[in-house]
């Protein structure tokens, strides 16, 4: 496989986190140089075909910068933030992309400022975007898209525990045996603070809690910087004789131009001056002793030494010390659903989630049993809680219907269940996205049972063990398969 993408180049392009770090894995393994640029934002074609010669200041583009500091003709390019490009009175950065990318015309493409075709072929483009739907659709036509999903709570427990947790650490300066921060409170912080794709809201939470220990150290007194060394203190006057002592021998010297010569009488002078410092000798009452300063010294060395440094537990009980109250709550609303409410799943930006669905009667007229839907609805209200969140798509098309059947029936649904699926006037259920991110919801909230169309099930074969295990699944194509599931014979009749 290394060796079709060494001879192929192509444009990737590469959907939400982690792509820098893995763009440069990527060359690392291929043997190729990296070179990255962002073009978010950018709205003059100049950047990226460069500046004609008879304009001041004028440079080559971002293409011909690449290849003059990677040095080579294949490296590895990642274009960040490509669907963040905009648009000025300069041109269309977009339509200029477009001879960067397509590979039948990359092989002859055109710098302003050089003037002269540069074969591009060889290059590996890798682009990055947020949002597939803000690329322009030319541009997205010369792609491959790989979406990146987000990570799941066991991934960014390893991920926190292995990295970030080590790094913020040691750039707080703390020691090990200082600090605890249990499993417990990093699975407080992803659930409750961190419920995001990626890991970089977490990574704040951790660098917060960690400067919060580190100022709690510094008001106990621990430190780990080095103890100073003793300087030896000259006094001013007797430095300032023996410079100029120095200064006239040298002058001596150069007026002369003769070779120093030893004084042996100076010499024994010397010793005879070191040997006497060296005999103890006893000072007068009234005169300040340097041993007295060591003594005093070695005893604050020993006292801070023997002092002992609380260590520092983060628990989930106290997490809320460090990072404050959290920003998330409990999914679950019910521990058995009442009639006419059923738990949905749902695809949101920051991963999954799930969704209730409540159906109330308004009125009820004498004599009517049965639930008459009209085209407004006007003898039932629906509800969907969580009014912040916008609901745009068709996957709770098979909730709404079974809270509805719920209500008329005067049924209640499983326990731990949830679905989601949308269905058609005659009863189909069509495949819905997002599977990954709604089967971690279901999780989270202690949903036993998941009902999924039957054509998202390849989707659903292909999530990691450990996020399938403990489910009972099941796949479905009409919606009388999701009434036998939801409204069991063993089922509470709820009257």
Known sequence: MAENLIECAGEICLLTLAVDELCRSI?????????????????????IKGHRRTYIGAMPGKMVQCLKNVGTANPLVLIDEVDKLGRGHAGDPASAMLELLDPEQNANFLDHYLDVPIDLSKVLFVCTANVVEMIPNPLLDRMEVITIAGYITDEKM?????????????ACGIKPEEVEVTDAALLALIENYCREAGVRNLQKHIEKIYRKIALQLVRQGASNEPAIAEVQVVE?????????????????????????????????????????????????????????????????QESEATKTIEKVVVDSPNIADFVGKPVFHAERIYDRTPIGVVMGLAWTAMGGS???????????????????LTGQLGD????????????????????????????ATKKLVKKDLAMTGEVTLTGKILPIGGVKEKTIAARR???????????????????????????????????????????????????
């Open 27 to 47: 060359a690392r393994a291929l043997n190729h140089k990296f070179f990255r640029f962002s073009i978010g934002g950018l709205s003059d074609v100049a950047e």
């Open 158 to 170: 390893h991920i926190a525990r292995d990295y970030l947790e080590k790094t913020t650490r040691e």
């Open 236 to 300: 001013p006057e007797e430095a300032l004789v023996e410079c100029a002592d120095d200064l006239s021998i040298k002058a001596v010297e150069s007026e002369t131009g003769a070779e120093p010569v030893e004084d042996s009488s100076h010499e024994q002078t010397t010793d005879t001056s070191i040997e006497a410092d060296t005999v103890p000798t006893d000072l007068p009452a009234d005169q300040p002793s340097d041993s007295k300063d060591a003594t005093d010294t070695k005893k604050i």
């Open 354 to 372: 799930t969704l209730y669905i409540e159906t109330s009667q308004v009125e009820q007229g004498e004599g009517k049993g049965a639930l008459q």
């Open 380 to 407: 039932v209200h629906l509800h969907v809680p969580a009014g912040a969140t916008p609901k745009d798509g068709p996957s709770a098309g098979c909730t709404m219907i079974t809270s509805l059947l719920s209500l």
């Open 445 to 495: 909230s202690d949903v036993k049972t998941i009902i999924f169309p039957s054509a998202n099930k390849r989707d659903f074969d292909e999530l990691a063990e450990n996020v399938k295990e403990g489910l009972d699944v099941h796949f479905v194509d009409e919606y009388n398969q999701i009434f036998d599931v939801a409204f069991g014979d063993d089922q509470n009749t709820g009257k």
